[in-house]
C-alpha cells in the first residue's frame, strides 16, 4: 500500500524568504505526482503536475522535483508571500488512484 | 464556465440519520471521486466511477454509498452506519480514468454530526 509522507507538517517564515517542501513516498512505481494547494474550509487547486518520466516541473516562482527512485519530491516556492500561506498536499498516482499526503500547512510573516 | 460544484457547504446531522451529499460537474467528465479530509490526515478514497452505472470501492466504502445515474452527477450518501462521520468532503473529478488524467476537486461539503 503507498504511503506518502510529509515533512515538516508546519512551516512558518518571514515574507521573502525561500520555502522548500518534502513529500516521500513507498512506493516508487508511480505515474505521476502532484502538488495541490488548499485554503482553509476550501477544496484542492492543483499547482504542478511531474510525469513519472520526468525530473521537475515549474510554473512561476513554484518549481517542483521529483526522484522516483528514491521515491521524493520537493516543492521550491521562490521570494514567498503572505498570499501564498495555506496547506500544500502532494499525491501519487498509481492506476487510477491518488494517494495523499496528510499536507504541510504554510505561514508566511509580513 | 465550467467546474465542480457542491452542495450544501455545511452540513448537520442527527445521530441515525442519512444524509445526501451533492456532486455535480460539467466539464463532460467520464470519472468521478469522493474522498474524506480528516485534520491532520492525507484525502481518503470512499468510493469512484469510471462512467454511468458503474462505481467501485474505495479504501473506506464502509458506510458510505453512491449512485451514477447521470454523467454530470455523483451523490454520496452517508448512512447511520458510519460511526465517525463528521469530516469535509471533497468531490473530484477527470477526464476519464486513466492514469495520466489529472482529477480537478469542488469546493467541498464540511459534515458536522450533532
Known amino acids: 500500500k503507498q504511503e506518502v509522507t510529509q515533512i515538516p507538517a508546519a512551516l512558518s517564515v518571514p515574507e521573502g524568504e525561500n520555502l522548500v517542501l518534502n513529500c516521500s513516498f513507498t512506493?516508487?512505481?508511480?505515474?505521476?505526482l502532484q502538488w495541490f494547494r488548499q485554503d482553509p474550509g476550501k477544496g484542492l487547486t492543483s499547482l504542478l503536475l511531474?510525469?513519472?518520466?520526468?525530473r521537475e516541473q515549474t510554473s512561476g516562482r513554484l518549481n517542483a522535483s521529483l526522484d522516483k527512485s528514491s521515491g521524493r519530491s520537493t516543492l521550491y516556492i521562490a521570494a514567498s508571500q503572505p498570499g501564498d500561506s495555506a496547506t500544500y498536499l502532494c499525491?501519487?498516482?498509481?492506476?487510477?488512484?491518488?494517494?495523499f499526503g496528510a499536507g504541510t500547512t504554510v505561514t508566511v510573516r509580513a | 464556465d465550467g467546474g465542480i460544484t457542491q452542495s450544501p457547504k455545511y452540513l448537520f446531522r442527527k445521530e441515525g440519520q442519512n444524509v445526501t451529499l451533492s456532486c455535480e460537474q460539467n466539464?463532460?467528465?467520464?470519472?468521478m471521486y469522493w474522498y474524506r479530509q480528516d485534520p491532520g490526515q492525507g484525502l481518503r478514497l470512499i468510493y469512484y466511477?469510471?462512467?454511468?452505472?458503474?462505481?467501485q470501492k474505495g479504501d473506506i466504502a464502509e458506510g458510505y454509498s453512491v449512485s451514477r445515474e447521470k454523467k454530470e452527477s455523483f451523490p454520496l450518501t452517508v448512512t447511520s452506519a458510519q460511526k465517525n462521520p463528521t469530516a469535509f468532503y471533497l468531490c473530484?473529478?477527470?477526464?476519464?480514468?486513466?492514469?495520466?488524467?489529472?482529477?480537478?476537486f469542488g469546493p467541498g461539503t464540511r459534515l458536522t454530526v450533532l
Open positions: 511531474i510525469q513519472s518520466s520526468q
Open positions: 499525491a501519487v498516482k498509481d492506476d487510477y488512484k491518488l494517494s
Open positions: 512506493d516508487s512505481a508511480i505515474y505521476n
Open positions: 473530484a473529478s477527470s477526464m476519464e480514468s486513466r492514469p495520466v488524467d489529472t482529477q480537478y
Open positions: 466511477s469510471q462512467i454511468v452505472n458503474d462505481f
Open positions: 466539464l463532460n467528465h467520464d470519472a
